[in-house]
């Protein structure tokens, strides 16, 4: 059954989600009845299975395209390969912690590549196919780390601070366009890139893991919850709406208040 919602006819490239928040955002613009493209750097038959099931799911076309974000090239070619896009969301993201004088260069560069600039190159691939059809969003993942610092994330917050400042960017020269873009800011989800960094902070701290949860990661977010990739998925939905259409070059920030402090 063909796919009857908001967004039916759109296309949507998500970078980076065979997890986590890119997962939550493809699941939920195929919901609204886009067809999309998911993407990581694998290509494995679970990451193809992965895109036929989200398309059987909501009854719209869904590929998987194999692609590393950390390669100009292979940026620019996801979305050749992809004919061109009308929603693009860059989510690809990974974090290393780690004190300044520490922190290895080459993990500079990648998170920096994959992150920041990554999001350079789709988005310049993209804008031309989005300005011949009049309409297109740009949707960057950014962090609330995109609008404050943490110690020992360096190289993650320059490139989630330069993304925010890449959306300024984009959105002032597609305005008028019909062309939005903005950055969506969570707060702390839980996802894989999350726990990752909880059996160091549990060394850290000399904490079980339910105490790191609520006394370091989510001591940063008043509600004390986690945002859930649901939540960030809706609000890539509600930024492709109607309603959206004049939000254009700003942060939407998803995180319990963290950024209210
Ligand atoms: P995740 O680790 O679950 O997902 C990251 C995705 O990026 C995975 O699909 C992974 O395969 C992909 N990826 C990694 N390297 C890649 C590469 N070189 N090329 C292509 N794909 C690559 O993490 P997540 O929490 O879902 O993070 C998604 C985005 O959300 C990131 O940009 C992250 O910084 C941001 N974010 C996450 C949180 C959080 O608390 N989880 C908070 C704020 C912002």
Known sequence: MPGTGTLNGKRAI?????????????????????????????????????????????GVAARYISADMSDAGACRRLIAEAGGCDILVNNAGIQHVARLEEFPPEKWDTIIAINLSSAFHTTAAALEGMRTAGWGRVINVASAHGLTASPYKSAYVAAK?????????????????????????????????????????????????????????????????????????GTAVFLCSDAADQITGTTISVDGGWTAL
């Open 14 to 58: 998500i970078t980076g989600s065979s997890s986590g928040i890119g997962l939550g955002i493809a699941e939920a613009l195929a919901k609204a009845g886009a067809e999309v493209v998911l993407n990581s750097f694998t290509d494995t038959p679970d990451d193809h299975a992965l895109a036929a099931r989200i398309g059987a799911a909501h």
């Open 161 to 233: 601070h330069g993304i925010v400042g890449l959306s300024k960017v984009t959105a002032l020269e597609a305005a008028g366009s019909g062309i939005t873009c903005n950055a969506i800011c969570p707060g702390y989800v839980l996802t894989p890139i999350v726990e990752a960094q909880i059996p160091d902070q549990m060394k850290t701290h000399d904490m079980d893991r339910d105490t790191v949860i609520r006394e370091v990661m989510l001591a940063r977010q008043p509600s004390g919850d986690f945002a859930t990739v649901e939540q960030i998925g």
